[in-house]
């Protein structure tokens, strides 16, 4: 047999030790079958605030865009992309197109509960970023204290309207009532 006829076998040298298991980072995720995706729920018709639950109960994120329109109901989720059914990665973004009016009132929200107060921002086309001066476990226990702009200026539906937020004690917390009767 000649050299060029010898088969080299590849394998374990005699006497030598075998590499441990490979180093495998803390924070690593397992790929899941299919990457890890999941239906795209079916948002279109549903207020914005509902569907962000949703879409945050699927782990998926939401873009928003602004259909303006003078016909209501506003704050609802005309169309989404992806549609309902396709396959989205978990934690990747869902684009939804919301109704809303072309220009608005910020209306006086003061002394409403956080969720209250998003959920009419929302219905009248603004989009409600919650500035939390005292950090509370529970979003129902924050009230709102101001907003900028402040309310009963006129603003582009779309706009973000800033709003102030503060924990106060149970009972001490100012009704929806005594906020209204202190609007001018």
Same mark, same amino acid.
Request: hydrophobic residues 40%.
């Given at each position: ?18 590499? =441990? ?7 690593? $995720? ?17 207020? +914005? ?30 169309? $989404? ?10 934690? =990747? ?9 072309? $220009?608005? $009132?910020?209306?006086?929200?003061? =002394? ?13 086309? +603004? ?58």
């Amino acid at each position: 047999m000649s050299e060029s006829d010898r088969a080299t076998i590849v394998g374990p040298v005699v006497g030598a030790t075998s590499p =441990g298991p490979a180093a495998v980072p803390s924070d690593h $995720q397992p790929v899941l079958p299919g990457g890890g995706a999941c239906p795209a729920p079916d948002l279109i018709g549903l207020g +914005f605030t509902e569907a962000h639950s949703m879409a945050s109960a699927t782990r998926l994120r939401l873009s928003v865009s602004v259909w303006e329109t003078n016909v209501g109901p506003w704050g609802r989720v005309l169309d $989404q992309r992806p549609p309902p059914g396709a396959r989205v990665r978990r934690g =990747g973004r869902i684009v939804v197109t919301v109704s809303a009016r072309p $220009q608005e $009132q910020i209306p006086d929200v003061r =002394g409403l509960p956080l969720d209250e107060a998003i959920e009419r921002l929302i219905w009248l086309g +603004f989009v409600p970023l919650a500035d939390v001066r005292r950090p509370s476990r529970l979003r129902s226990a924050s009230y709102i204290v101001s907003t900028r702009p402040m309310a009963g200026a006129l603003l582009a539906c779309g706009s973000v309207v800033a709003l102030t937020v503060a924990r106060t004690q149970p009972g001490t917390a100012p009704s929806s009532a005594s906020a209204c009767a202190d609007a001018p």
